[in-house]
């Protein structure tokens, strides 16, 4: 049973441009979260999808936006890149069921570095 | 803003027990202890968590007190692999709010 999945594990791009990451949530999970973990910080988050809608936004501006797909699978777009987005971006996923104490699994994550 | 209040670092001997302790004072009861960890440059790992009953797993055992408001993480034998940031989350299963509020994390060093 293959985990959270994420692409690219590293890449690099130059101030201004767009950047798009990508999550599979782990089989059997519905619900996906992004977290931006700056060097040294723990994990803050971003927003998280269900039922292909953002659900909840954490503090980050319009620039970072979001889309679920129907197999649950999720994409993190961030446009007009700044170096203060340089971080690690994790993808968690969960299932949504009530009450469970159901678990919440991240992904390794991908580091994005803006020059 | 994170629930939890953990020491900023700890120490342990490889092959001793490293105790890792949370206060989580205004916790409801609708509320589970959850702990992660994530070693350096990975995705967190998720540990184990527990409602009000003590809980134990293959990685860790996990010791919540009678009134809720602490919780001790134990990791039976560590080694130099369990060197990492650990966090202790509160999180809610109301209104399916399942989103994770990190606080820094005790850093745990085992020493050889």
């Known amino acids: 049973d293959a985990g959270v999945t994420q692409s690219p594990t590293h890449l690099i791009k130059t101030r201004g441009q767009q950047v798009t990451l990508r999550c599979s949530p782990k089989?059997?999970?519905?619900?996906v979260s992004w977290y931006q973990q700056a060097l040294g910080q723990g994990p803050q988050f971003i927003f998280q999808?269900?039922?292909?809608?953002e659900r909840q936004r954490g503090n980050f501006p319009d620039r970072f936006s979001g889309h679920q797909f129907p197999n649950y699978s999720s994409e993190l777009n961030v446009n007009a890149l700044l170096l203060g987005d340089s971080a690690l971006y994790l993808c968690a996923s969960s299932a949504r069921l009530w009450g469970s104490g159901n678990t919440i699994y991240f992904g390794e994550g991908s580091w994005l570095t803006v020059v | 803003d994170a629930k939890t209040t953990q020491p900023p670092s700890m120490d342990c001997a490889e092959g001793r027990a490293a105790n890792l302790p949370c206060n989580h004072s205004t916790i409801s009861g609708n509320e589970y202890v959850y702990w992660y960890r994530q070693i350096h440059s990975q995705g967190p790992q998720y540990i184990i968590h527990g409602l009000k009953n003590n809980e134990t797993n293959e990685m860790a055992s996990l010791i919540i007190t009678e009134d809720r408001k602490s919780s001790t993480l134990i990791l039976p034998h560590a080694t130099l692999r369990d060197t990492a940031v650990y966090y202790c989350i509160v999180r809610s299963q109301i209104n399916r709010d399942d989103k994770i509020i990190f606080g820094k994390g005790t850093r745990l060093h085992i020493l050889p």
């Open positions: 999808y269900y039922e292909e809608e």
């Open positions: 089989s059997g999970h519905d619900t």
